[in-house]
C-alpha cells in the first residue's frame, strides 16, 4: 500500500492536502446541503416543543466487527441517546480524529457507514471537523458525534414515575454487540460468531410514544449492558425490578462465546436495543407495535417493578433468586 492510500500528517495540516481529504473523501460521502461551503457551525431552524441534545465518543477496537464498524456506532449511539431521551433525532455533528498511517480504504469504509446509517436513520450531518495526530497517539481513528431532536411532546420520561406493578421491556436479544466485538478482537473464529446488534431504535421509541405516560422511563442497554441500566433506573427508588431468566432474549451464538468466556449477558452492551418501564395495561400494546417493526420482532415483557427499593434481581430457571448488580470495573473496555 503506497503513501497515497494512507492518512499523513499532511491531511491535518489546513492546507491542500486536508481540503480535499474533507471534500473528495468526508462531505462528498456524508454531506448533504448543509455542509456546502464545509462550515464550522450549523444554522439550525428549532422546532418548537423543545430540544434534545446528546453528544458522544466512540474509541471501538477493532474498527470494523461482524455486523458493523465504528461509523455505524457513531450514528446509532447518538440517535439513540436522543431518541430514548424523548426526542425525535434530527440533526448530527461529526467529529473525526484520524491517525497517520490509517488506510484510506478503511476511512472509506467507515464514511460510506456513516452515511448509510444517517440515510436511514433521516438525519443530516450538518457541521464537523477533522484532525490527524501522528502515528502511535490514535488506535487508526476516534468519532464524535453530537444529535439534536425535537422533543416528543406525548413523552414525559422520568424514572421517578416507575411504579409498582409496572413491566419491564426489551425490544431484542441482549449482549450480542458485546460478544461480536469481543470475537473480533480476541480472533476468535467461530462457524456461527455473534453479530453486532448495532441499529437505530428511534422508531420503536416513536412507536411506543404513541402510549404517552403509560411508558414511564426508556433507556437503551449499552456499556454495562441490562444489569446497569436496571440498577442506575431503580436507584435510590422506593421500587425495585424483578426479572424472569425464563424471559430474557439470548440469541444462540451470544450465548454460547458468553458461557465459553464466564461472562454474564446481562453485563454485556448491546447497541441497537431499547428498555422501557411500562404502566402493565399499555405494556401488551407496546409490544404490539415493536414486535411489527422489523427491528423490534424480538421484543420481550421480561419482568416487573416490585416494592424492594433499589433492588434487581433474577428469578432463575432453578427456582431461587439472586441479585443482580452493577458490574465491577468495566467487562469490555473499547466496546463503542
Not at 406525548?154 to 460478544?179: K, N
Not at 422489523?294 to 433499589?310: F, K, L, N, Q, R
Request: charged share 20%; glycine share 14%.
Amino acid at each position: 500500500m503506497s503513501q497515497d492510500d494512507r492518512i499523513t500528517m499532511a491531511h491535518g495540516g489546513g492546507g491542500r492536502a486536508s481540503r480535499q481529504l474533507i471534500e473528495e473523501e468526508i462531505a462528498r460521502r456524508v454531506g448533504g446541503t448543509a455542509l456546502r461551503g464545509l462550515p464550522d457551525a450549523a444554522t439550525l431552524v428549532a422546532p418548537s416543543g423543545g430540544l434534545v441534545f446528546s453528544t458522544d465518543s466512540f474509541v471501538v477496537q477493532p474498527l470494523e466487527f461482524p455486523g458493523g464498524n465504528i461509523g455505524h456506532l457513531a450514528v446509532h449511539g447518538t440517535v439513540n441517546d436522543v431518541a430514548v431521551a424523548g426526542g425525535r433525532p434530527l440533526w448530527l455533528s461529526l467529529g473525526l480524529i484520524l491517525e497517520e498511517g490509517l488506510p484510506l480504504a478503511v476511512l472509506r469504509r467507515v464514511l460510506d457507514a456513516v452515511a448509510g446509517a444517517a440515510r436511514a436513520c433521516d438525519v443530516e450531518i450538518v457541521t464537523g471537523d477533522t484532525k490527524v495526530v501522528p502515528r502511535g497517539q490514535c488506535d487508526g481513528m476516534y468519532v464524535n458525534t453530537a444529535g439534536v431532536g425535537a422533543a416528543l411532546p406525548t413523552l414525559a420520561l422520568d424514572p421517578r414515575s416507575v411504579t409498582v406493578g409496572d413491566r419491564v421491556l426489551v425490544s431484542g436479544s441482549l449482549g450480542d454487540h458485546g460478544m461480536a466485538v469481543m470475537c473480533a478482537r480476541e480472533g476468535f473464529e467461530l462457524a456461527n460468531a455473534p453479530r453486532s446488534d448495532t441499529g437505530p431504535v428511534h422508531r420503536l421509541v416513536a412507536a411506543a410514544a404513541a402510549f404517552g405516560h403509560g411508558v414511564r422511563f426508556m433507556r437503551d442497554p449499552t456499556r454495562g449492558g441490562l444489569a446497569a441500566v436496571l440498577d442506575e433506573t431503580v436507584e435510590g427508588l422506593a421500587v425495585g425490578v424483578r426479572l424472569e431468566e425464563a424471559h430474557l432474549p439470548r440469541s444462540g451464538p451470544a450465548r454460547a462465546v458468553a458461557e465459553l468466556l464466564g461472562v454474564d449477558l446481562l453485563h454485556v452492551a448491546c447497541e441497537g436495543r431499547v428498555v422501557a418501564f411500562c404502566a402493565p395495561e399499555v405494556a401488551p400494546e407496546v409490544l404490539r407495535a415493536w414486535r411489527a417493526l422489523p427491528e423490534g420482532h424480538g421484543a420481550v415483557d421480561i419482568g416487573a417493578v416490585v416494592a424492594e427499593p433499589g433492588r434487581v434481581t433474577l428469578a432463575t430457571l432453578a427456582g431461587g433468586r439472586r441479585v443482580v448488580d452493577v458490574p465491577v470495573g468495566e467487562l469490555l473496555p473499547r466496546i463503542c
